[in-house]
């Protein structure tokens, strides 16, 4: 089988993974993400900044060997994205659109300038151009925004048809999204779809910041992509097929740091002028003149002073806005807010894996810094005394795994019951709704005169957000304040005689 052959079978396969990983959700998703993502550049890089673990650390040695033997060839085989933009591609070659590609001029100051600016944005604290631009989180908020909901659309109109026929064994499957955060990762599907059907991997060489690296890196590669100068008759089919653009056939010139290494180009030619082989050469480029290196040196600088201006300032004018608000809860296992928002890619894995939905994106949440990062949103659901899936899911290291005996004492946050809202206390009405869903005995009753009073303990309360869930008032009685730092609740003891409740008048049986 051809290399060409060979790398669309093993990307769709890698693809299809990725798929299963954010729509299978559970064991499913947590089996997937310790396969597939550990070979993921950015997650890795993080997990490894975050947590240093043994198979991240092999992961990211591996991609870099294998870029320094064979090139850029993770762009083509491993990198999801990339995949998408192949398949956006060859549609686009099958319905006429773009027939052919042809040798573009890198934009290496936009590129660069893109690729020194995250990482400043990043040592500054700020995730939020890697947030945008990481193309493994880019897929995930595709999958999870647009596939996923598709696909629930048509699992639900089954389940729909299956209760017209009495049978009610499966339930319909709920998701909470934001229209802000759905409105951009839509925005974004189309910029890259349209980029990919008219300039092939336009954004893997323009602005995706992993592209840039493994580009610099595959320069020095071992293996190279090469023109026989001597045979080759310019018949410029290398060049049609080329996805980078990279092929200069009038000069006869690859550029390696842009190839991505589909092989199309040896499949195309039909005299075996281009060539896959051992070469130590540095890749010439033209473009990258000491003038032009200078005044990318002097963009850059006069730019990163102004983000660390811009970015002080935002944090604090966002710190201001947000402190008559309440700030968000972040996942068991996040630690704080401040590991959260400096280890979240917005990759929205865990947004895709919770059972029970409770955690959802946020547009702005976290402030600019930690745009599109998820929160748990307790009006829409609760999260599950008995789950810890999305410690086990993070690529990132920003939600560490907690075993479940250990996350079911982490308190994210503490409940605060509002007396003057609540309609046992406001009405003289009997309710428990709270109480009957709690399940660390946060909230217990006090009875006077047959009605059913709730007090609160929070020295119990995990901030799981069962209560504020089941709370019936509008606006809800009871509320989770979050933890910035997360603390470790106090287990419960039952007593022989309860002390928390003031025991009923016996009655004879009502009937």
């Known amino acids: 089988m051809k290399p060409a052959k060979i790398r669309i079978v093993i990307s769709l396969l890698i693809f299809a993974l990725f798929l299963l990983l954010f729509l299978g959700g559970g064991k499913i998703s947590a ?178 910041p992993v592209g840039a690296v493994l580009g610099l890196i595959s320069r020095a590669s071992f293996l190279k992509f090469t023109l026989d100068h001597n045979n080759c008759n310019e018949c410029v089919r290398c060049v049609k097929v080329c996805k980078g653009g990279c092929i200069d056939a009038q000069n006869k010139a690859i550029d390696q740091s842009r190839c991505v290494g589909c092989f199309n180009c040896l499949a195309a030619c039909p005299q075996s002028v281009v060539s896959y082989r051992p070469s130590w050469s540095k890749a010439e480029d033209s473009t990258w003149s000491p003038a032009r290196r200078g005044f990318l040196i002097g963009t850059i600088a006069a730019t990163a002073s102004g983000l660390f201006v811009f970015n002080i300032g935002l944090r604090n004018l966002l710190g201001t806005a947000r402190a008559s608000q309440s700030p968000p809860i972040t996942p068991p296992g996040s630690v704080s807010i401040e590991h959260f928002t400096q280890a979240c890619t917005a990759c929205h894995l865990c947004v895709s894996a919770c059972p029970t939905k409770v955690i959802t994106p946020s547009f702005l949440g976290y402030g600019l810094s930690g ?71 946060t909230i217990y009753f006090i009875n006077k005169q047959n009605i059913l009073y709730p007090e609160v303990d929070t020295q119990y309360c995990i901030g799981c957000g069962a209560c504020e869930k089941a709370c019936p008032t509008a606006p809800k009685s009871i509320l989770v304040r979050p933890n910035p730092v997360h603390k470790k609740a106090a287990k419960y003891v039952r007593k022989d005689v309860p002390v928390r409740q003031k025991k009923a008048p016996d009655k004879d049986f009502p009937f």
């Open 31 to 208: 089996f997937l993400s310790s396969v597939l993502l550990p070979f993921q550049f950015v997650p890795t890089l993080i997990h490894i900044l975050t947590s240093p673990e043994v198979l991240f650390v092999f992961g990211l040695v591996l991609i870099l060997v294998i870029s320094l033997i064979f090139g850029r060839v993770y762009c083509s085989f491993l990198c999801p994205l990339g995949t998408l933009q192949d398949m956006v591609i060859a549609l686009s070659r099958k319905i006429g659109f773009c027939k052919k590609h042809t040798f573009r001029k890198p934009n290496n100051w936009l590129r660069y300038s893109i690729l020194i600016l995250t990482f400043i944005a990043v040592a500054l604290g700020s995730m939020s151009l890697l947030n945008f631009l990481d193309p493994y989180s880019l897929t995930g908020r595709m999958i999870t925004q647009i596939i996923e909901p598709i696909v629930n659309g048509i699992y639900n109109a089954g389940i729909s048809l299956l209760k017209y026929f009495n049978f009610y064994l499966f339930s319909k499957n709920t998701a909470f999204l934001p229209f802000s955060v759905v409105a951009v990762t839509l925005a974004f599907l189309i910029l890259i779809v349209i980029m990919s059907a008219r300039a092939g991997r336009l954004y893997c060489n323009t602005v995706c």
């Open 371 to 441: 745009i599109l990062q998820p929160q748990m949103n307790y009006e829409k659901s609760f999260c599950d005394y008995e789950c810890n899936v999305c410690g086990q899911v993070c690529p990132t290291g920003a939600i560490l795994p907690l075993p479940l005996p250990e996350k079911k004492f982490t308190q994210i946050g503490t409940v605060e019951l509002r007396k003057d809202k609540c309609v046992v206390y406001v009405d003289k009405n009997n309710c428990g709704a709270c109480g009957e869903v709690c399940p660390t005995h």
